[in-house]
T-cell receptor, first 111, second 113 residues
């Protein structure tokens, strides 16, 4: 079992649609990060959320950290084919020693 | 900017063979870690290090050894390869302070037959 559960696991949508990816855990984290991974590459950081209830926007992407610091969501508005990829959430322990990754959401945006 | 460099990119091993996956970073990061990525499982932490001479186990350490003799290098050793170790392996590094970004290598795709 993984500490962080992401849903949905797969998402295939048309260009222009909106979508939300969820990242849930029973554990409390110091911070939560979202990464995007392209095939054959390592994950690349999109955003870090630190404060419970925090909302961050990155162009068409909106990230939210739950009030209890256990969960997070990623919302994409008007998805584009360039958004296609694997989205991973990662929680950092309070002692900064370990990052735990979610199982990932594979997004395919069709033109 | 080299960042995190992993070698080799691809490797095929026979069951029972041993090998070392290399990881080097040039950002003077204290924290380095190894993950394996399997389909539908995201990334799972194998071992990590918070500085030279200090290593610890992650979620799935069995069958793997690590050492950290320098800040730059963090090799991962497979002692006796098994088919269950077929996976993509990623090395990552970051400064050992709160909420910092992890930088990943490009991965090593390992197949054990």
């Amino acid at each position: 079992t993984q500490l962080l559960e992401q849903s949905p696991q797969f998402l295939s949508i048309q260009e222009g649609e909106n979508l939300t990816v969820y990242c849930n855990s029973s554990s409390v984290f110091s911070s939560l990060q979202w990464y995007r991974q392209e095939p054959g590459e390592g994950p690349v950081l999109l955003v870090t959320v630190v404060t419970g209830g925090e909302v961050k926007k990155l162009k068409r992407l909106t990230f939210q950290f739950g009030d209890a610091r256990k969960d997070s969501s990623l919302h994409i508005t008007a998805a584009q084919p360039g958004d296609t990829g694997l989205y991973l959430c990662a929680g950092l322990e309070y002692n900064f020693n370990k990052f735990y990754f979610g199982s990932g959401t594979k997004l395919n945006v069709k033109p | 900017n080299a960042g995190v460099t992993q070698t080799p990119k691809f490797q095929v091993l026979k069951t029972g063979q041993s090998m070392t996956l290399q990881c080097a970073q040039d950002m003077n990061h204290e924290y380095m870690s190894w993950y394996r990525q399997d389909p539908g499982m995201g990334l799972r932490l194998i071992h990590y290090s918070v500085g030279a001479g200090i290593t610890d186990q992650g979620e799935v350490p069995n069958g793997y050894n690590v050492s950290r003799s320098t800040t730059e290098d963090f090799p991962l050793r497979l002692l006796s390869a098994a088919p269950s170790q077929t996976s993509v392996y990623f090395c990552a590094s970051r400064p050992f302070t709160e909420n910092t970004e992890a930088f990943f290598g490009q991965g090593t795709r390992l197949t054990v037959v």
